[in-house]
């Protein structure tokens, strides 16, 4: 050391352990180093320690530079503030479950980068918050981690409130028409064993094997904006789901199993990519099959199409009717704004108890048969009927009693029977009731079975043809019953009919009757198990100049008490009639022209005559 400098030997003076402002001892002597000009020299002010060489010395790192300046204590201070206002993160260790809890401060919140996993320290504990992570691609099976929370509501898993409603692309549907979506549906289905929701976006979903349903499933699709009767008229997309064979069912219930709760909703059902005229072999839309007690209840169609059907559209089929006991109840069920094209046939009851179906508003169009009621009744409202009608087969034989078949507010246009009620039962005194109110009726309706058809405020401009007996036609004051005829046969009458003018000019072909029943026979109703009151009468439906005009019930029973309403006329016999004539009936009178002499038969043999003059 000289004068004003250092000058170190084999000595490393960095800017870490010599500045500027740190104070240079050798001995007793002390002095400040002004400056380090490398790492082996220093500048210090005159020394007055005189010259020292090889001497030993110490740095006494003093230097203001070693300390922070004004701007970067303020800066700190800033940092502080907003920690102890607004909390900082404890970083959770990847190798931990959860953070440590000897650390952190009440309400502080701790991060795991990692699994981007949260925890707020809550009463002195660790409480796990969840992993949002909005606009971040999460893989699927990491949704049982990510929790979401709605205002006001509980954490619950993004994986739950996605299966809430299940969209069938997340299963793999394509809805191309081409791809097979049939895994896709079985795997949505499967995955809501308890019920939910099931979103069919638009498109053509190709399904080649049967469907299973079951409890609490609601299915979806998106609504056409533009329709008429239900069809989308537009350029949108339905959601359609297609069934690709000749002779399966779309949808199957599990026989044996009861079933509930299960809604479709803007959703195309057909047997075809693209629906056609013609309908498709023998498959099926929806094939509810079952017996008692498994029963199926409250279903529900909203704005849904079903065609090309060659079965059923759908069909309610239990395999035991009609002696089922007790019966299996498929209801109740609602139909709201559908419509059914083309299909063999729409609708088939063909169980003894579906009684409260529904149907709103739905269209049917260019079926065989919009509705075959095989055994039970249902309530039709506001429907519109083009080319097949409905088939009422009241099926089985000896007196059966069936609920009632209702149509209010519906409208059947030129085509086939509109109504047609088949397979002739027992004649019976307790009719199977049709009711229809306020209907416009541009088809024919046959009647061929005993029913009890009423009309009221209704329009008819084709013929009602009765072919079978036991037909009771109820016609009140505000129905206009066809321009042509009523053709009725033996046993069938029309009863409270009241003509409107000439505007409506009406043949009947058969008894009008108000009141008691009126029915025409070959005689009087004797043994069986319909049960007659008094007054009913059963005029004679092969009269013969002698024969009873007919029969009155005087006492009511089963069959009742019957006595002749009268003769018609008289037999005229050349001679006396004994042992010659047989009377029609007891107490026939006969005349004897050669004798002028008046016969009367107190029995009915061929010796019974006795002469009242």
């Known amino acids: 050391m000289n004068g004003t400098n250092v000058t170190g030997s084999g000595t490393i003076w960095s800017g870490v352990n010599v500045r500027p402002g740190d104070i240079l001892q050798i001995g007793d002597f002390q002095t400040v180093i002004t400056d380090v ?8 002010p005159p020394w007055g320690g005189g010259a020292q060489a090889g001497a030993a010395y110490t740095i006494w790192q003093v230097s203001p530079q070693r300390f922070a300046g004004a701007q970067a204590m303020a800066d700190v ?84 409130m996605i299966l809430d409603v299940g969209n069938i692309k997340n299963y793999g549907a394509v809805g191309d028409g081409v791809a097979d979506d049939t895994a896709a549906f079985q795997a949505a289905i499967a995955a809501l064993p308890g019920g939910g929701r099931i979103f069919v976006p638009r498109g053509f979903h190709r399904i080649t094997a049967s469907l299973t349903l079951h409890s609490g ?58 629906p056609t005229t013609t309908p498709r072999g023998t498959a099926t839309g929806f094939l509810f099959e079952g017996s008692a007690p498994s029963d199926i209840k409250n279903l529900t169609f909203n704005r849904c199409q079903f065609s090309n ?65 095989t055994r039970s009744g249902i309530l039709v409202l506001n429907q519109c009927f083009g080319g097949g009608g409905i088939m009422v087969i009241t099926g089985g034989s000896g007196t059966q009693i069936r609920d009632s078949i209702t149509f209010i507010g519906c409208q ?33 309706i046959l009647l061929s079975a005993s029913c009890h058809f009423i009309s009221e405020g209704c329009r008819y401009v084709n013929n009602i043809e009765v072919t079978a007996s036991g037909v009771l036609i109820d016609s009140y004051s505000d129905s206009f019953l066809p321009t042509t ?31 008691k029943c009126i029915r025409t026979a070959s005689a009087p109703p004797s043994g069986g198990t319909v049960a007659y009151v008094a007054g009913d009468i059963t005029y004679n439906s092969s009269p013969t100049t002698g024969s009873p005009s007919g029969w009155v019930c005087t ?21 006396s009639p004994v042992g010659t004539v047989t009377p029609n009936f007891l107490g026939e009178e006969l005349l004897d022209n050669t004798t002028a002499k008046w016969w009367k038969s107190i029995d009915v043999g061929i010796t019974n005559w006795v002469a009242l003059n």
């Open 37 to 44: 000009t490398d790492t082996a020299h220093l500048v210090i």
């Open 77 to 160: 201070s800033t940092a502080v503030g907003a920690w102890n206002s607004l909390g900082y993160f404890v970083f959770v260790d990847p190798a931990l479950s959860a953070p440590d809890p000897s650390i952190g401060e009440e309400n502080q919140y701790a991060f795991q980068p990692t699994t981007r996993k949260y925890w707020l320290k809550t009463g002195g504990v660790w409480v796990f918050q969840g992993q949002p992570g909005i606009g971040d691609v999460l893989a699927a099976n990491h949704l049982t981690d990510v929790t979401l929370t709605a205002s006001g509501g509980v954490a619950r898993s993004a994986a739950a």
């Open 217 to 274: 499933l609601t299915f979806y699709g998106e609504s056409c904006i533009s329709r008429v009767f239900g069809l989308p008229t537009g350029t949108e997309t339905p959601s359609h789901i297609f069934i690709d064979s000749d002779n399966l069912p779309l949808f199957v219930n599990v026989s044996g199993v009861s079933m509930e709760s299960v809604n479709f909703t803007d959703i195309s059902f057909s047997a075809r990519l693209t």
């Open 309 to 373: 059907f060659g079965g059923y559209a759908i069909r309610a089929y239990d395999p035991t009717a009609p002696s089922a006991n007790p019966d299996w109840n498929v209801c109740p069920a609602t139909l709201t704004d559908c419509t059914f094209l083309y299909n063999t046939i729409g609708i088939s009851f063909e169980t003894d108890n579906a009684d409260f179906w529904q149907l709103n508003g739905t269209a049917f169009f260019g079926n065989v048969y919009g509705i075959v009621c």
């Open 412 to 444: 059947y246009e030129q085509g086939t029977a509109m109504l047609q009620v088949a397979d002739n039962m027992a004649t019976q005194r307790t009719y199977f009731p049709i009711k229809m109110i306020s209907c416009i009726v541009e088809s024919p």
């Open 485 to 515: 005829h009523i053709n009725l046969v033996a046993g069938s009458s029309v009863r409270n009919y009241v003509t409107h003018g000439t505007d409506y000019p009406v043949g009947i072909r058969g008894p009008i009757t108000d009141g």
């Open 555 to 575: 006492a009511s029973g089963t069959p009742g008490t019957w006595d002749m309403l009268g003769q018609i006329g008289f037999r005229v016999h050349g001679g």
